[in-house]
């Protein structure tokens, strides 16, 4: 099966601490890797201010993840749990062309 690529962002609320955005940050890092997939990148954007209020948030921290997966275990398995994690306020996964 061949390899595809793909970019993830998620907001992350802005009263959430360092110490826990660094564990959040971490534990989908990992939830990638667990799911057969190899991190290229993962960086954070920072605080920006949103064109519109979500979930009563003016502004959030942008984290960015790119890796390549043979399945979409990784991508379905992070989707699955940025839905339920209070922390993240949004979430979008972008397949990359090669």
């Given at each position: 099966m061949a390899t595809t690529k793909y970019e993830v962002t998620y907001i992350i609320k802005p009263d959430v601490d360092e110490e826990s955005k660094k564990a959040l940050v971490e534990n989908y890092d990992k939830v990638i890797a667990d799911n057969g997939g190899t991190m290229v990148e993962s960086?954070?954007?920072?605080?920006?201010?949103f064109a519109y209020e979500i979930d009563k948030y003016r502004e959030g921290?942008?984290?960015?993840?790119?890796?390549?997966?043979?399945?979409?275990?990784?991508?379905?398995?992070f989707g699955r749990l940025s839905k339920i994690d209070n922390m993240i306020l949004r979430s979008m996964t972008v397949k990359l062309d090669k």
């Open positions: 960086k954070d954007w920072g605080k920006r201010r921290t942008y984290h960015i993840m790119t890796f390549t997966a043979d399945n979409a275990d990784a991508v379905n398995e």
